[in-house]
């Protein structure tokens, strides 16, 4: 049984529409029954130019990626088993243009993930979430900027809808990620804690267990 398939695909071509299609155009593929297994052998191989999809499959008896593509499963759209994309790390050179449009510092911990060997580009579970990169950070936040007082956030990802997720750069590293809808105008208020610190957000989301909360999320207020 295979539980779980790494695809890696040029970073510039679209998503195949079947896991048949999906196994036949990867660059290369990894699979099986450990998750955590999979994922770290899929990242191993993203960079520059080349990212990675990792699939949920359907219960199955195969023995290996290859025969997906003449099985019943293979018929699966990728979009329903698809639950990590992975892309290459920013530059720091991409980080710093980004921070010098913001006019402000991202918190350090953030810029070392960014920047790393391989970056969580989007996740698909209960929660949607599409990680910014360092450019689309700063282009999405300053257009919020555009008719609301700068308030020394950060937007860093998005839900597919209006959601945002920030980080407070007043306290680097000490920002928790807190939640709120970009129509609103009313600064921080409003805006609700979803993880206490930028490392539990990142193992929450590259685990697949982020959700966000609304009746139980405290509402975040800053130590000004």
Do not use: K
Not at 88 to 112: F, M, Q, T
Not at 169 to 180: A, H, M, Q, Y
Not at 194 to 215: L, N, Y
Request: glycine share 10%.
């Amino acid at each position: 049984m295979i539980g779980w398939l790494a695809a890696l695909r040029s970073a510039e071509s679209s998503e195949a529409g079947t896991l048949a299609e999906a196994v036949a155009h990867a660059a290369a593929t990894v699979s099986g029954v450990d998750f955590d297994e999979v994922v770290a052998r899929g990242r191993a191989a993203v960079e520059r130019g080349i990212c990675c999809d990792i699939y949920q499959l359907p219960d199955n008896e195969l023995d290996g990626a290859a025969a997906i593509v003449g099985a019943d499963i293979g018929a699966t759209s990728v979009y329903d088993v698809r639950r990590f994309t992975y892309r290459a790390g920013s530059s720091l050179e991409e980080v710093r243009a980004a921070e010098e449009s913001l006019g402000v510092p991202l918190p350090p911990r953030w810029v070392d993930y960014l920047t790393g060997p391989s970056v969580l580009d989007l996740f698909e579970g209960e929660e949607y979430l599409d990680i910014f990169t360092p450019a689309d950070i700063a282009d999405v936040t300053n257009a919020y900027y555009e008719w609301v007082p700068r308030i020394g956030a950060a937007m860093i990802a998005g839900d597919g809808g209006s959601g945002r997720l920030l980080l407070d750069t007043r306290f680097g590293d000490d920002s928790p990620v807190v939640f709120f809808y970009s129509g609103g105008d009313d600064g921080w208020e409003g805006t609700t804690v979803q993880a206490d610190s930028i490392d539990d957000f990142i193992a929450s989301a590259e685990a697949g267990t982020f959700e966000v909360v609304f009746d139980d999320a405290r509402e975040y207020r800053p130590r000004v």
